[in-house]
């Protein structure tokens, strides 16, 4: 008589609980985008990700555990973006800046900007995290530009740079800027190869 060996789930329990984290934080983050913070519920975000309201509040015993935890996963899909941009030439360095502006992570984060302005409960770790990002992204832009920081007015042109890219993000939220947002990316592209390469001492 053979040894019946019990059937059992292959996939490891700590990989399972991941999953099921990462489902809620993405769930969440949808739904503040669509719902706003009015109605993003534990319920609602908790049946989008497709688990039991048990089992969110498991992971997340309150809403401001789960939505301030959102933020954080938001801070790090951004971050991990602006890591994998390969190092290529200036032009392509730009428009993939702004990509990041334009794509869903910004508009996750932008949602997440307008609730935390509103909640107390938020505010203090979106600021915190967006500070984080903010420097995080300048820091990377300025070595995928081969800008070097000592020349006077070279940082100011890299964050002038961010800033623009974040102008596009929001452009592009209510319409498709993409043709304009194009020109703009080639014009900004040649601004910095000025900017940035011109010889010490020189203005203009």
């Known amino acids: 008589m053979g040894v019946v060996t019990p059937s059992t789930d292959r996939t490891p329990k700590q990989d399972r609980s991941r999953a099921t984290r990462r489902r809620l934080l993405e769930a969440a983050v ?7 913070w009015a109605g993003s519920t534990v319920s609602v975000v908790a049946e989008r990700a497709g688990v039991s309201r048990g089992a969110a509040q498991h992971h997340f015993p309150t809403r401001e555990d789960l939505f301030t935890a959102a933020v954080e996963y938001v801070a790090e899909e951004r971050s991990a973006a602006l890591r994998a941009l390969p190092v290529q030439g200036r032009a392509a360095v730009v428009a993939a800046l702004v ?69 596009l993000g929001l452009a592009n939220v209510l319409t498709d800027d993409t043709t304009r947002r194009r020109r703009v990316v080639a014009q900004w592209a040649a601004l910095l190869d000025h900017a940035l390469d011109r010889p010490r001492g020189t203005c203009g």
């Open 30 to 36: 949808a739904c503040l985008a669509e719902h706003g």
């Open 99 to 167: 990509d990041l502006y334009t794509g869903p992570l910004f508009r996750a984060a932008l949602q997440l900007w307008v609730v935390a302005s509103n909640e107390a409960s938020l505010h203090p770790r979106v600021s915190e995290l967006e500070a984080r990002v903010g420097r995080e992204t300048h820091r990377i832009a300025v070595e995928l530009l081969k800008a070097d920081e000592t020349r006077p007015g070279v940082r100011e042109t890299v964050q002038g740079l961010l800033d623009m890219a974040r102008g």
